[in-house]
Structure formats: C-alpha cells, structure tokens
C-alpha cells in the first residue's frame, strides 16, 4: 500500500524559512520521480517542484531562487527547503509519486506576520 506522510508545515513570518518532509512507502521510491504540490483556500492545486530519479530538479517560477528539492533514498522521503517565505506562499502543500494518483495528505504552510 503506496503510502505519503507530509511534515514540517506550519506558521512563519514573511522572509522565514521552512523545511518539509515527505515520508514515501509501499513502493520502489528510488525508481520514481516525485513531486511537491500546493493548494492555495479557493485555488486549484499547482505544482511547486518536482526531481527525478537521477536528482535533477525542476521548479514552478514561483518557487525558483527560494525553494530547493532534494531526496534521500536511503530514507525514502522527498524534502523541499523553503525560504524566503511569502503571504502567497501560504497554502496546503502535497506530495506525490510522478505519473500516479499517489498523494499525501498534505501540511499546511501559513506565512503571516
């Protein structure tokens, strides 16, 4: 059972910094490439950043310059280190296994001051 437990969200000042974690089991998480995501209160759900099995990284515009992707096999978790945090950036963030309906349950990031 393919299972994504997101962590590390919570409640920062604008310019702050915040490091998530995406816990990955029940399938062969080196093979796959994963994916962070973001759902905004009244928004749709937009991809934030995404790396591949051989670690090379993709990011939204948003994200470029301020969040960095990274993975450890070894663990089977993705991380994505945020900062420089904005207002806009608050949102519910997702993780999920690339090319399958495999989806976190999401924590929730709140930029305010």
């Known amino acids: 059972q393919v299972q994504l437990v997101e962590s590390g969200g919570g409640l920062v000042q604008p310019g702050g910094s915040l490091r998530l974690s995406c816990a990955a089991s029940?399938?062969?998480?080196?093979?796959?490439?994963m994916g962070w995501f973001r759902q905004a209160p009244g928004e749709r759900r937009e991809w934030v950043a995404s790396?591949?099995?051989?670690?090379?990284?993709f990011y939204a515009d948003s994200a470029k310059g301020r969040f960095t992707i990274s993975r450890d096999n070894t663990k089977s978790t993705i991380y994505l280190q945020m900062n420089s945090l904005k207002p806009e950036d608050t949102a519910v963030y997702y993780c999920?296994?690339?090319?399958?309906?495999?989806w976190g349950q999401g924590t929730q990031v709140t930029v305010s001051s």
């Open positions: 790396i591949n099995t051989a670690s090379s990284t």
């Open positions: 029940g399938f062969m998480f080196s093979a796959n490439t």
């Open positions: 999920r296994r690339w090319n399958y309906d495999n």
